[in-house]
């Protein structure tokens, strides 16, 4: 299972769809611009190769936050979604983030960090959000992580994050997820 949290409208959604749809030969994919903020869950299920993905998107507003914990024993991956054009609230996105990666049931978990939103002007770059995320590398340790430049609207780098994902998560199934340890 991969985790798929990050703050509410940074494009986990929208993410979820553009994966599904290029990842599924007969999923015709929702309307984009129709999304509206996730309440709850949406799931997902892919299939790249022989490996078999599935996807868990939860909300990122304030309150869903306290929920995404519940999922991390579980999880084979994250991929974690950052709103690039919104610089005000990337603070609360690292301490998010911070938060999630220092439980110890997502020890040794691949992190992928998608920069979303990078077709818009203006917005901020791979290396502002490693520059603004480089104190969590203590954290992070010497688990697998990258961070991935995104445009989750028109597809673009979600090929190569998933592909990023499913190499990680296949290198890394003797890990199993920590259901017993927690």
Known sequence: MCFNPGLDNAGKTT???QTKTKFSKNYKGMNLSKITTTVGLNIGTIDVGKARLMFWDLGGQDELQSLW?????ESHGVIYV?????????SESKEAFEKMISNEA???????VLANK????????????????SDCAPKIGKR???????????????NEGIE???KC??????RPPRQKDI
């Not at 914990?69 to 024993?73: I, T, V």
């Not at 950052?82 to 990337?90: A, C, G, V």
């Not at 002007?121 to 791979?126: A, E, G, K, R, Y």
């Open 164 to 166: 990023w994902m499913v």
């Open 82 to 90: 950052i709103d690039s054009t919104d610089e005000e609230r990337l």
């Open 118 to 133: 990078q077709d818009v002007p203006d917005c901020l770059s791979v290396p502002d959000i490693k520059t603004t995320f």
């Open 144 to 158: 697998d992580c990258l961070v991935q430049p995104c445009t989750a609207l028109t597809g673009d780098g979600v």
């Open 15 to 17: 993410f979820l769809e």
């Open 69 to 73: 914990d519940k999922y991390y024993a």
């Open 169 to 174: 998560v296949v290198r890394n199934i003797h």
């Open 106 to 112: 997502l020890e040794g978990v691949p992190l992928l």
